[in-house]
């Protein structure tokens, strides 16, 4: 690998990651139905009471899934922002 084929490949990793989502919760309106860790079970999982811990960013494969988890919280509590 030359000097520059590194260089393009760690530029083009920079840009992935400057590019990736984060998930967020509303902690005031979440109220623990549990369907975000269903649906995106790669992203979210729940505690010992339901509520979601969710990872801080999304790969850009499952932009879509935590998009899907996004809509189907039926308390609307989930944040999906580009970062």
Do not use: F, K, Q
């Amino acid at each position: 690998m030359s000097l520059n084929s590194a260089s393009m490949n760690s530029a083009s990793l920079n840009s992935a990651s400057m590019n990736s989502a984060s998930l967020a919760v509303d902690w005031i309106r979440c109220t623990a139905h549990g369907l975000c860790a269903e649906i995106a079970p790669e992203l979210v999982t729940l505690d010992d009471w339901g509520y979601p811990i969710v990872a801080d960013t999304v790969p850009p494969h499952l932009e879509a899934l935590a998009a899907r988890a996004r809509a189907a919280c039926p308390a609307m509590a989930l944040r999906l922002s580009s970062t």
